[in-house]
T-cell receptor, first 112, second 113 residues
Framework: DQQVKQNSPSLSVQEGRISILNCDYTNSMFDYFLWYKKYPAEGPTFLISISSIKDKNEDGRFTVFLNKSAKHLSLHIVPSQPGDSAVYFCAAGAGSARQLTFGSGTQLTVLP | KAGVTQTPRYLIKTRGQQVTLSCSPISGHRSVSWYQQTPGQGLQFLFEYFSETQRNKGNFPGRFSGRQFSNSRSEMNVSTLELGDSALYLC????????????FGNGTRLTVT
């Protein structure tokens, strides 16, 4: 039973445009959500997080939106850059950010 | 600040053997977690240690074990290796309180033949 789902295995976006990566979850106990970026042969790199008491969090070009009623979160990257090309994972935690359940990842390709 | 360091980067072992992986967390981080990444199952939580005590455990068999030392460094051990244990093993550290995020190392790639 996949509790965190990323239904799009891949996404291609033109440089300078917006990238929107989506994530759905089923466990109502999740109250903390994170996005990680992963390059080949490296570990995941933390990007941005959001607590369930918020519906939006921004950090530079990255914004995460949380819709609790729909159990859906999204990561917006504006403007997208070729260096953003990587696999993006969403993750969820219940009560802490330490025991995380990860989605299967979305490969983002930003075309120059 | 140095990041999370995992050694070795690559390992090749034979079925039935055992293996020990090492992780040095970010300085000041007291929580160390381990995750397994495989193409079929994705990233899955193994266990978490805080101040030398296992605080959380994922759904893995007892062949997978770990420990944490007083300097917060951690080791993970897998005994009686199976072909399905071939994976990327990732260690992550955090301050260990509240919503402090995990910071991952680059992993150890284990191949079991």
């Amino acid at each position: 039973d996949q509790q965190v789902k990323q239904n799009s295995p891949s996404l291609s976006v033109q440089e300078g445009r917006i990238s929107i990566l989506n994530c759905d979850y089923t466990n109502s106990m999740f109250d903390y959500f994170l996005w990680y970026k992963k390059y080949p042969a490296e570990g995941p790199t933390f990007l941005i997080s959001i607590s369930s008491i918020k519906d939006k969090n921004e950090d530079g070009r990255f914004t995460v939106f949380l819709n609790k009623s729909a159990k859906h979160l999204s990561l917006h990257i504006v403007p997208s850059q070729p260096g953003d090309s990587a696999v993006y994972f969403c993750a969820a935690g219940a009560g802490s950010a330490r025991q995380l359940t990860f989605g299967s990842g979305t490969q983002l390709t930003v075309l120059p | 600040k140095a990041g999370v360091t995992q050694t070795p980067r690559y390992l090749i072992k034979t079925r039935g053997q055992q293996v020990t992986l090492s992780c040095s967390p970010i300085s000041g981080h007291r929580s160390v977690s381990w995750y397994q990444q495989t193409p079929g199952q994705g990233l899955q939580f193994l266990f978490e240690y805080f101040s030398e005590t296992q605080r959380n455990k994922g759904n893995f068999p007892g062949r997978f074990s770990g420990r944490q030392f007083s300097n917060s460094r951690s080791e993970m051990n897998v005994s009686t290796l199976e072909l399905g244990d071939s994976a990327l093993y990732l260690c992550a550290s955090s301050a260990g309180q509240g919503d402090s995020p995990l910071h991952f190392g680059n992993g150890t790639r284990l191949t079991v033949t």
